[in-house]
């Protein structure tokens, strides 16, 4: 059974790096591609970006210019930074999977539960 | 860049009832459509991918339909367990999510 965890500071200050990891467990994170997605609350869904093959990357352009995700294969883990916050950027933060294959199959089917993280002074 | 523009946003049903939910693409985008079910405090729950196709152990009573610009999610017939906000969620290039539709208990 595939089952991923988040986790990660609750709160963090305006201008800092908000750092999160996800725990994948129940499959390889040198396959699939690894996501992260966001929910301000009470809003809608933003992805972020993705990691695959162990280390290539995919950011949405609103967001490339302060993100960065990387990969500890060790670990089966993934990790999103996002310098340089603000309130905006309040969010719960999930992690997803993606499968690799074409363009039908490039939905998300396993997620973790959400951390939700805070931007304040 | 594509758009998503799911309708309605809100929508009041009653067990039961028939509840259809419309996404469109400001382009086209073949049937590349994922549709997901958020609950509350939850992370959201695929349910239908490549438009028409229901993901393994869905009710088959969520179905999917469309292709290019239209999209739909029908409920054929509405539990107390489908409350829930629906995402839609094109396939093609970027990852986007439409704005979501709340289905609340009439």
């Known amino acids: 059974q595939v089952q991923l965890q988040e986790s990660g500071p609750g709160l963090v200050k305006p201008s800092e790096t908000l750092s999160v990891t996800c725990t994948v467990s129940g499959a390889s994170i040198s396959s699939y591609y690894w996501s992260w997605i966001r929910q301000p609350p009470g809003k809608g869904l933003e992805w972020i970006g993705y990691?695959?093959?162990?280390?290539?990357?995919i950011y949405n352009p609103s967001l490339r210019s302060r993100v960065t995700i990387s990969v500890d294969t060790s670990k089966n883990q993934f990790s999103l930074s996002l310098s340089s916050v603000t309130a905006a950027d309040t969010a719960v933060y999930f992690c997803a999977r993606r499968l690799s294959g074409s363009y039908s199959e490039r939905y998300f089917d396993y997620w973790g539960q959400g951390t939700l993280v805070t931007v304040s002074s | 860049d594509i758009q998503l523009t799911q309708s309605p946003s809100f929508l009041s049903a009653s067990v039961g009832d028939r509840v259809t939910i419309t996404c469109r693409a400001s382009?086209?985008?073949?049937?590349?459509l994922a549709w997901y079910q958020q609950k509350p405090g939850k992370a959201p729950k695929l349910l239908i991918y490549a438009a028409s196709t229901l993901q393994s152990g869905v009710p088959s009573r969520f179905s999917g339909s469309g292709s290019g610009t239209e999209f739909t999610l029908t409920i054929s017939s509405l539990q107390p367990e489908d409350f829930a906000t629906y995402y839609c969620q094109q396939l093609n290039t970027y990852p986007l999510f439409g704005g979501g539709t709340k289905v609340e208990i009439k």
């Open positions: 990691i695959y093959n162990s280390g290539s990357t």
């Open positions: 382009q086209g985008i073949s049937s590349y």
